[in-house]
C-alpha cells in the first residue's frame, strides 16, 4: 500500500472517530485547500494551484444501541493543476470512506475507495488511480489498486 493512501485512510478514521460519540446524527461539510498538493503520473507531475479545493461531507451516526456509522465524501471541485510539461490539468472523482462499529462486540468494518482521473480541458485522460480496501469484522484486510498514478 503507498503511504499516501495510509495517510489519507488514517485522516478519515481519525476524523470519524473523533466525531462517533455523538448522541444523534450530524453532518458536517467542510472545504480544504489542495494548493501546492503534487500528484504523479508515469512522465508527468502536475502541482494544484492556489485555490485548488476539495469539498468533505462527513456523516456520524449513532444507534440507541450504541452503535456507530460514518461516511466521509471528498470530491475535488475548482481545482487547476499545472503539469511538468507546462499544460493545465484537472482532477476529477471522488473518495469515499465508511466505517460501523458494534457497541457490544466492539468490533466493526470499514471501506474506503479512491477514484481520480486526470484530465486535460478538453476531457481527456491522462492518467488514473483507483483504490480499494476493505476491513471486515474479523479484522481481514482487501486491498485492490489499479492505475499508475499517486497522490
Not at 473523533?18 to 446524527?25: I, M, P, Q, T, Y
Not at 457497541?103 to 481527456?124: D, R, W
Not at 483507483?130 to 471486515?136: G, V
Request: net charge negative.
Amino acid at each position: 500500500m503507498r503511504p499516501q493512501y495510509l495517510i489519507l485512510a488514517g485522516i478519515a478514521a481519525l476524523a470519524m472517530l473523533l466525531f462517533a460519540s455523538s448522541a444523534e446524527a450530524t453532518t458536517i461539510k467542510t472545504q480544504e485547500d489542495i494548493s501546492g498538493h503534487v500528484f504523479s503520473c508515469p512522465g508527468l507531475t502536475m502541482t494544484a494551484v492556489p485555490g485548488s479545493i476539495i469539498y468533505i461531507t462527513e456523516h456520524h451516526g449513532t444507534s440507541a444501541s450504541g452503535n456507530t456509522n460514518d461516511t466521509l465524501t471528498a470530491h475535488p471541485r475548482h481545482d487547476e493543476l499545472i503539469g511538468s510539461d507546462g499544460n493545465t490539468y484537472y482532477e476529477v472523482g471522488a473518495l469515499w470512506d465508511g466505517d460501523t462499529l458494534n457497541a457490544q462486540t466492539g468490533s466493526g468494518e470499514s471501506t474506503f475507495t479512491l477514484k481520480v482521473q486526470f484530465v486535460t480541458a478538453g476531457g481527456g485522460i491522462v492518467g488514473t488511480t483507483n483504490l480499494l480496501i476493505h476491513t471486515s469484522p474479523n479484522g481481514d484486510v482487501n486491498q485492490f489498486q489499479f492505475g499508475p498514478c499517486s497522490l
